[in-house]
């Protein structure tokens, strides 16, 4: 028991710490310019892969990735993970750099209600009556927004939409944290060089050109993606699901914190409304997915003691 205790108190610890991470990465975007969105998601991509081969060395874990290559269809869905999360960073970092902070963190507020709409569609599951309840003020909370923008929010629906499909081509699968990573970011090292290099052509390359701080902190674009990573790799090897589904809400309230406390970006009264409407239905989603475990557990115990 005190071991089971120590891994759960260890899998809280990285778990914040990932979703912490994750949630100041407002503050470090804006650093790296005058360098423009498509250089910075072009050195995140090639430092990772950078990262994920000297942790790949130091565990011997290359013959894992080439176990994965050799599976069509593990590639295959990698592939097209690799593409979807490039969406997502080149996204995530135009909001940032362009002060849409706070639309940002709407986009990881409403993943979980875009989630649960992919289960529907692609997987065909059945929703609780607290579920499309849910999706339902979701739906009334993103409208509400976007008759306040005058636009949809688009910001925020493309990183709830490759977010969430992100999610589930890498569910679907099933390679570990490092290994998929290496390869997603693999996938992406040509392109990635070939931007760089179309951006050096222009005379338009900030890597190099603006003082050796601003060199290293685009190169440690690398680390600051690989290390949240690891550490939500491995609280979710300690923690139950319904732990982490808590703990990822810790992202997108301190990118909010950060767009409105921080960056005073605006937040007019019907803006607000949009997202207390959000946080009633994550609030919901979470009462129910709480109330379903435990009923889940009890069947599970009384089937066990009937067992006996």
């Known amino acids: 028991m005190p071991d089971d205790d120590d891994d759960t108190r260890r899998g809280l610890i990285y778990g914040a710490s990932a979703y912490l991470l994750w949630g100041v990465f407002p503050l470090y975007f804006p650093l790296l310019e005058p360098a423009g969105t498509v250089e910075i998601l072009a050195h995140r991509m090639t430092w990772s892969l950078v990262v994920m081969a000297i942790i790949l060395r130091v565990t011997r874990g290359f013959g894992r990735v080439r176990t994965v290559l050799a599976n069509r269809r593990q590639r295959s869905l990698l592939m097209g993970a690799a593409v979807l999360v490039s969406v997502n960073w080149g996204t995530y970092i135009y909001g940032v750099n362009s002060g849409h902070v706070v639309e940002t963190s709407l986009g990881y ?139 990822q809400y810790l992202a997108p309230v301190l990118q909010f914190s950060v767009g409105v406390g921080i960056r005073h970006e605006p937040l007019p009264p019907a803006e607000l409304a949009g997202f207390v409407l959000v946080w009633i239905a994550l609030i919901m989603l979470t009462v129910d997915g709480l109330r379903s475990q435990r009923r889940a557990w009890a069947l599970a115990d009384s089937a066990n003691s009937i067992a006996a």
């Open 109 to 247: 507020f409403i993943n979980p209600l875009f989630t649960i709409l992919l289960g529907v569609f692609v997987l065909g599951e059945r929703l609780r009556p607290a579920q499309w309840a849910a999706v339902g003020i979701g739906t009334v909370a993103v409208l509400v927004i976007a008759v306040d923008y005058g636009r949809p929010p688009w910001i925020a629906l493309i990183l709830a939409t490759s977010f969430g499909l992100y999610g589930y081509l890498k569910k679907r699968a099933a390679v570990g944290a490092v290994e998929s990573m290496t390869i997603e970011t693999g996938a992406m090292f040509v392109p990635a060089l070939i931007a760089l290099g179309v951006i050096a052509l222009q005379g338009n390359l900030v890597f190099g050109s603006h003082g050796a701080g601003n060199a290293l902190l685009l190169a440690g674009t690398g680390l600051v993606t690989a290390v949240p990573l690891l550490l939500f790799a491995a609280s979710t090897r300690r923690l139950p699901l319904s732990v982490i589904g808590l703990l």
